[in-house]
Structure formats: C-alpha cells, structure tokens
T-cell receptor, first 113, second 114 residues
Framework: ETGVTQTPRHLVMGMTNKKSLKCEQHLGHNAMYWYKQSAKKPLELMFV???????ENNSVPSRFSPECPNSSHLFLHLHTLQPEDSALYLC????????????FGPGTRLTVT | KNQVEQSPQSLIILEGKNCTLQ??????????LRWYKQDTGRGPVSLTI???SENTKSNGRYTATLDADTKQSSLHITASQLSDSASYIC?????????????WGLGTSLAVNP
C-alpha cells in the first residue's frame, strides 16, 4: 500500500448521473493531484492542490469539479459526463508540488454509459 | 514541444531473462527523470528518481541509467520475475517559469512468461 486510498475502485454511471470520487492520503503530504489515464495516452494532470488551495487546473471541462476540504482529503465531483470520460482516475500526493516524488492511489475505473 | 518517447511499446520475455527499456526525451530545461512501475488496475509506483548529475541508480533488480547530454535513459531489469509484468513509465520533470512540469511517457508494457 502506498498510503493513498481511493473509493470507489469501480464506478459505472449514466450520462445524467452525479457521483463523487474520494481520495485520502495518510502520508502527511501537503499537495494532492487528480490524473486521468486513458488507453494509449500518457497520464493527464487534471488538478493540483497545494496546502488545500487549487494551484493548477489544466483546461478540464466544468463537468469535473474538484474539492479539497483539508490536506488529507480530495474529491472529484462528476456530473453530466460523456462516454469519452471513461478512464482510470488516479489520485496522488506529494510532500510539496511536482518536484517531489508522487505517491499514487489504486485509481477509480470509471465507465460512463 | 516537450516529449517523452519510450521503446519498445511492448515486450515479452521469459522468466529469468534480463531486459532493457528505453526512454528518450526532449524536455528542456531538465530537472529530473523518474521511472514508475504500474501493475494492471493499480496506480504507478516509483522505482527511481535521477537528477541530471546522476548517471545510474539501482533499486534491487532495477537499474536506471541517464545520459543528460543525449537525453536518453534506460531501465534494466535483471533476472526477471513473473511479478515484473507491468507497464513501465518514464516521467521527465521540466521547468517552465516558476513551475515544474511532469511530462509522462506512454509506457512500455512488459510481460514476463514462465
């Protein structure tokens, strides 16, 4: 275990549903990340939070809404998703932003029908 | 455009054999290079991190090399085991202004067969 947990591990949702992904880190880190991993594409950074403040948003559609209530928890709220949003969503944390080693959770496999 | 290219795309070897995975990058300026192992259905796990001044770094049966002049890195796996079957991803950290960016490769899918 890496010290980063994600729930649920698998999620199937319709295009009109609203769901949330949860990430929790037990490493005492102060930066957290959401990544999207699609087949035959490199990991795509979606959001970065440092000290609970969003510091990066890489042109992600508004149907993805992150929330970081404290340094240990990170959420990704989903609504009106498209089939092309089906992917593995990975959460990561690090001691500080980017230049430090990132520890990943197991991911949530999302299927949008 | 900053890029990280890995080869081969996929590889099949027999248990006990050695193999070498390649990573070429064009990221500049360069900060560090990392190799991650990702098992199917899991998140990536870091194997090594190297700065520009480091030529080689080992982690058990994994040895990474870095040539910052030619912008090439390799990951050598010795005496492969079935548990080495995974995707191996090269990640290069560059600098853009005050921000550091991670540029991810597509990975090499390794299958170790008995």
């Amino acid at each position: 275990e890496t010290g980063v947990t994600q729930t649920p591990r698998h999620l199937v949702m319709g295009m009109t549903n609203k769901k949330s992904l949860k990430c929790e880190q037990h490493l005492g880190h102060n930066a957290m990340y959401w990544y999207k991993q699609s087949a035959k594409k490199p990991l795509e950074l979606m959001f970065v939070y440092s000290l609970e403040e969003r510091v990066e948003n890489n042109s992600v559609p508004s149907r993805f809404s992150p929330e970081c209530p404290n340094s240990s928890h990170l959420f990704l709220h989903l609504h009106t998703l498209q089939p092309e949003d089906s992917a593995l969503y990975l959460c990561a944390s690090s001691q500080a932003r980017v230049s430090y080693e990132q520890y990943f959770g197991p991911g949530t496999r999302l299927t949008v029908t | 455009k900053n890029q990280v290219e890995q080869s081969p795309q996929s590889l099949i070897i027999l248990e006990g054999k050695n193999c070498t995975l390649q990573c070429n990058y064009t990221v500049s300026p360069f900060s560090n290079l990392r190799w991650y192992k990702q098992d199917t259905g899991r998140g990536p796990v870091s194997l090594t991190i190297m700065t520009f001044s480091e030529n080689t770094k080992s982690n058990g049966r994994y040895t990474a090399t870095l040539d910052a002049d030619t912008k090439q890195s390799s990951l050598h796996i010795t005496a492969s085991q079935l548990s080495d079957s995974a995707s191996y991803i090269c990640v290069v950290s560059g600098v853009a202004g005050n921000n550091r960016k991670l540029i991810w490769g597509l990975g090499t899918s390794l299958a170790v067969n008995p």
